[in-house]
């Protein structure tokens, strides 16, 4: 799903015109055109990766120094009160747009997702806490 049948290869490319706010060698940054807050905008790479699996690490490293950068930048810019950066993987997990990309989304003290930015939680006994914590263990 990559090239002609991928949307953000085509905005990324500048094929389709975007409302660009920031772009580089191997970024454009663009505003969410069905937007969850006054400027909310995604960070997209230039190549095609799927998700953040496909994701090479050094990309994964300049797709975070730049979302840090342009949060800084739109926190400025729009006074926000506070700032989300999220990255959805997966169907399950929200993801609609089959290209990486990482949402900066702006927020505001009374804004329109006070209510729904919220996760549920899951009882876990310390058993499956322990058990679940042993699984996940990873060396450093
Ligand atoms: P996901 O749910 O995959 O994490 O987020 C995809 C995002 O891309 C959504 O917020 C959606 O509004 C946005 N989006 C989808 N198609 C386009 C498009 O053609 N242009 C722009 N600017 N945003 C898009
Ligand atoms: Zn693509």
Request: hydrophobic share 40%; charged share 25%; proline share 4%.
């Amino acid at each position: 799903m990559e090239g002609q049948d991928c949307i953000f290869c085509k905005i990324a490319a500048g094929d389709i015109p975007s409302k660009t706010i920031y772009e580089d060698e191997d970024f454009r940054v663009i505003l969410d055109i069905n937007p969850a807050e006054k400027g909310h905008a995604l960070i997209i790479p230039k190549k095609h990766y799927a998700d953040i699996f496909e994701l090479p690490e050094d990309i994964a490293a300049s797709a975070m120094v730049l979302a840090k950068k342009l949060a800084t930048h739109i926190s400025g810019v729009l006074g926000c009160d506070g700032f989300n950066i999220i990255q959805n993987n997966g169907e399950v997990a929200g993801q609609t747009v089959f290209h990486f990309h990482i949402h900066l989304l702006p927020r505001h003290k009374g804004d329109s997702n006070q209510d729904t930015m919220c996760w549920n939680h899951v009882e876990l006994s310390p058993e499956e806490l322990e058990g679940i914590c042993q699984s996940l263990r990873l060396q450093g």
